[in-house]
């Protein structure tokens, strides 16, 4: 199910490495002339193709951005420019960091693309290239041609894939009855008998924060038992599901729009919820990590998982 599959999997994506090697046959009839030797599988032996994505690297972006060790986008800071492939992924169809919502190459359309922004001064903190002359006019028309004719690798490629771009890690809030927060200076401390509300936020690219399927809280003791919540669910009594609220508090960057209520009792049972059992405890004394998590879509959905900086102890 959704719960499970979203506590317990993680999706990693691991770049495949290709690895060669180059030689010669040795000299067999004496003559000192090395035998037909292998290509390198490293080597560019072809001029890119004007207009080409890595004519525009080779004449643009390398020599400007990131061709040498001391340019910003050698691979030290996002997005790593350091060669057309990195280039290419780390550019088309993903959110940029200084305007999330936004592409930082959008096929087709320069005026919404990000990278031109940055490189026309428009509405940014930042100029790129950074503390250097910025790009000639020809220079940024180049690019704009290439965008505003899909964004291709080259002249006739299959267009960059509408990615499924990873969920932001969620910030958790704690708040009192009363809308005070109370995670903000160290762990958390509460009587059993009080209700909390516990917060987070949501956000990835391609859904909006109300359409967000799932997302829930976690609270675990020191051992990895969690307690019961939910008790009235059969299936997963540990997991709260947290609901959307328009009306939500800021956080530090995003606004805590999904909740989940919870009156502490005197008495909380731990379950393991790898074995199914159960304990009662004295709720008193009880130290618990907040645990968040949410999906993105519920097919093929992405989950990003956090743990709270604040524990909660009760008292």
Known sequence: MIVRAALTACWIALPAVALAACGSELDVDGDHVDAAVDPDPLAVDRVPAPGSFDDLHRTIIAPRC?????????????????????????????????????????????????????????????????????????????????????????????????????????????????????????????????????????????????????????????????????????????????????????GTGDVLNFRRSWTIPTTITLLNPDTGARQDVAAAGLTLTVICVYVDSLSNGIATIEFGAAPITIQ
């Not at 109370?182 to 516990?198: C, E, F, K, M, S």
């Open 66 to 250: 990131s061709g040498q060790p001391g340019l910003c986008h050698n691979g030290q800071f996002e997005p790593n420019l350091s060669t057309p492939g990195n280039a290419y992924a780390y550019l088309v169809n993903r959110p940029a960091l200084e305007k999330p919502t936004l592409l930082r190459v959008d096929p087709g359309n320069p005026a919404t693309s990000v990278l031109i922004d940055k490189l026309r001064n428009r509405g940014v903190a930042t100029r790129m290239p950074l503390g250097a002359d910025p790009l000639d006019e020809a220079q940024i028309a180049a690019v704009e041609a290439w965008i505003r004719g899909g964004a291709l690798r080259e002249p006739g490629a299959t267009p960059a894939p509408v990615l499924n771009n990873p969920p932001t890690r969620p910030e958790i809030g704690i708040f009192d009855s009363g809308g005070g927060r109370l995670d903000t200076a160290g762990p958390v401390r509460v009587n059993a008998g009080a209700t909390i509300t516990l917060r987070h936020t949501v956000r990835d690219f391609e859904t909006a924060d109300a359409m967000i399927p799932f997302g829930a809280f976690v609270l675990n003791a020191p051992d990895g038992r969690s307690a019961i919540i939910n008790p009235g669910a059969a299936m997963d009594p540990h997991v709260g599901a947290t609901s959307y609220d328009a009306g939500g508090p800021m």
